[in-house]
């Protein structure tokens, strides 16, 4: 049945080779079968099509990976490593308009189609020429960027325009946006239109300026002494920000399914998953309010003894860390640190 299927999908995108495809469903149709044409083994890993789809894009190994699952299974398995063709390869977050780098971080992908711009365009029966307008398909994932740290970023760097308008699309070309040649941006978006947002949220990209294991302090310490914008953002901060992204790249490692990222808040409660957490952790049970486990789990046990320790400090005992109990705790010895990303299990 599933080669029936197959032919059939040869045969309708045949049909439309032609002609300028401008229906979302009729793109996707004909993507699919580039892609399953191109990767065979794709189907020895996962019943095509997926249902849940992770992004991840490792920038200065110049990389992308697509992590996906079908319905049967539990958990995502990395279905396929890309080359990326154009972007900015080079450690540290965009901070401003104009400065033609690529963001750093999580997003959520939007689907967007047509545009007067060529390198939008793509024909489906030639993927290895450059886009031209009007000629094929234009159809692109644009993310959301910025979100609110990367707001933050900018302000606390004395910039006042963020920028915007990254997106992943083909025909490398960038001052920004992740863009492969058309070949490989073909997956990229067959994978990422099959995600079922109804049951995982809007599909995931997690771009980070490289891989966190692969580096020693020293190196990092470098890269962000390099950083373009290191006047204006301290190394320090910068390599706080990778620490929150690196903690996150490993806990998907790790859950191996997206993940709730939270990005519009600066403090801490229950269920949250943050390194920070266990310096909490640390200090409480310095302090002799705490006797567990010291992991970056935000559980029921750490809520409790931050309530002991808010009610002997005359805080609000709401088991939430907030800006006065990090201010009191700071002040009693507690290590200082910025809320960057938060991280939860979906």
């Not at 990005?263 to 310095?286: G, M, P, W």
Request: with cysteine.
């Amino acid at each position: 049945m599933k080669k029936i299927i197959l032919l059939f999908t040869l045969f309708y995108s045949a049909c439309l080779f032609s002609q300028n495809i401008t229906k979302a469903s009729d793109i996707l149709t004909l993507v699919d079968s580039i892609t399953l044409k191109n990767h065979p083994n794709i189907e020895k890993k996962i019943s095509y099509p997926p249902d849940c789809t992770v992004i991840r894009v490792f920038k200065q190994e110049r990389e992308c990976e697509i992590w996906s699952k079908d319905a049967k299974q539990d958990s995502l398995s990395l279905i396929l490593t890309l080359p990326i063709c154009s972007m900015d390869f080079e450690p540290g977050p965009k901070l401003k308009e104009g400065d033609s780098k690529t963001p750093e971080g999580f997003y959520y992908g939007n689907f967007a189609y047509y545009s007067s711009n060529w390198f939008m365009w793509m024909d489906l029966n030639n993927i290895g020429q450059s886009g031209e307008v009007g000629k094929g398909s234009a159809f692109r994932i644009c993310l959301n960027y910025p979100n609110q740290i990367d707001q933050r970023h900018t302000s606390t760097a004395g910039f006042s325009n963020t920028g915007g308008a990254i997106c992943v699309h083909g025909n490398c070309v960038s001052i920004g946006c992740v863009s492969f040649q058309n070949k490989n941006f073909i997956p990229v978006y067959a994978f990422s239109r099959h995600h079922d947002s109804s049951k995982y949220g809007k599909i995931q990209y997690h771009i980070f300026p490289f891989r966190s294991a692969d580096k020693s302090e020293n190196e990092i310490t470098e890269y962000s002494e390099n950083y373009m914008h290191h006047k204006k953002y301290s190394p320090d901060k910068l390599r706080s920000f990778w620490k929150n992204l690196a903690f996150g790249e490993k806990l998907f490692d790790k859950y191996k399914m997206p993940l709730s990222v939270v990005t519009n808040r600066r403090y801490l409660q229950v269920d949250d998953l943050s390194e920070n957490i266990k310096k909490i952790k640390e200090f409480l049970k310095e302090k002799g309010y705490y006797s567990s486990d010291i992991d970056c789990i935000f559980d029921s046990v750490l809520k409790s003894a931050l309530m002991q320790y808010q009610r002997d400090n005359d805080l609000t005992a709401d088991g939430v860390i907030g800006s006065n109990t990090l201010n009191k705790m700071r002040k009693d010895g507690l290590e200082k640190f910025s809320i960057e990303y938060i991280y939860r299990k979906m």
